[in-house]
């Protein structure tokens, strides 16, 4: 069982950044696939970022590339997304998931854990 719990939304104009923690608990973290999705009110949650256990894959979704930037800290069990660049559309709750087999996905139906989400606000 993992738990996962994100930190460091908010609001931020336009242009600006902001780095979201999404910390886990668990002894097996570094063996784990994380993924960060989001999701607006009314729409299906999308997928964001994800990153393999090792760091070795990485993968972006097409409309942060550039700005966005995953990494993880296997020694202190957490995931940041680095977003810079922020737009408007990024506006959402963004979500930090874990799966076991390890791989990085891009499907969130591979994910087995989520966290509660932490609201990122970007104004115009």
């Known amino acids: 069982q993992v738990q996962l719990v994100e930190s460091g939304g908010g609001l931020v104009q336009a242009g600006g950044s902001l780095r979201l923690s999404c910390a886990a608990s668990?002894?097996?973290?570094?063996?784990?696939?994380m993924g960060w999705f989001r999701q607006v009110p009314g729409k299906e949650r999308e997928f964001v970022a994800a990153?393999?256990?090792?760091?070795?894959?990485?993968y972006y979704a097409d409309s942060v590339k550039g700005r966005f930037t995953i990494s993880r800290d296997n020694a202190k069990s957490t995931v940041a997304l680095q977003m810079n660049g922020l737009k408007p559309e990024d506006t959402a709750v963004y979500y930090c998931?874990?799966?076991?087999?390890?791989?990085?996905?891009?499907?969130?139906?591979?994910?087995?854990?989520w966290g509660q989400g932490t609201q990122v606000t970007v104004s115009s």
């Open positions: 668990g002894r097996t973290f570094s063996s784990y696939g």
């Open positions: 998931a874990a799966r076991p087999s390890g791989g990085a996905s891009l499907n969130e139906y591979m994910y087995s854990y």
């Open positions: 990153i393999s256990w090792s760091g070795a894959s990485i």
